[in-house]
């Protein structure tokens, strides 16, 4: 189960936000607000990995293109102090 406060302060980061929470669920990791570090521990890390990936399949799956991955992050609501996994994993792939 995930729970999502669609309370948060900037409604923007949504779709981000459901994908990473998405990925928790997807991969078993037992991650809860409280007793995350913001990203340094290794399910954080991969959750967030994994929602550009998921939101990437989105956006290929619905026909969605960016001319910037600056762009994709932009309409996807992802933070800009993610945007390194997203080229991190364009190079990689």
Not at 7 to 20: C, D, G, R, S, V
Not at 32 to 54: P, W
Not at 64 to 79: E, K, L, Q, R, V
């Amino acid at each position: 189960m995930a729970i999502i406060n669609s309370n948060w302060y900037n409604k923007n980061e949504l779709p981000f936000i459901t994908a990473h929470e998405i990925c928790h669920v997807l991969y078993g990791s037992a991650e809860y607000y409280h007793s995350a570090h913001r990203g340094m521990e290794s399910g954080e890390s991969d959750a967030n990995l994994g929602a550009i990936q998921l939101l990437l399949q989105c956006a290929q799956e619905t026909d969605m293109h960016f001319d910037t991955y600056y762009n994709f992050a932009y309409a996807f609501g992802i933070p800009k102090k993610h945007y390194y996994l997203i080229d991190t994993y364009l190079t990689a792939k």
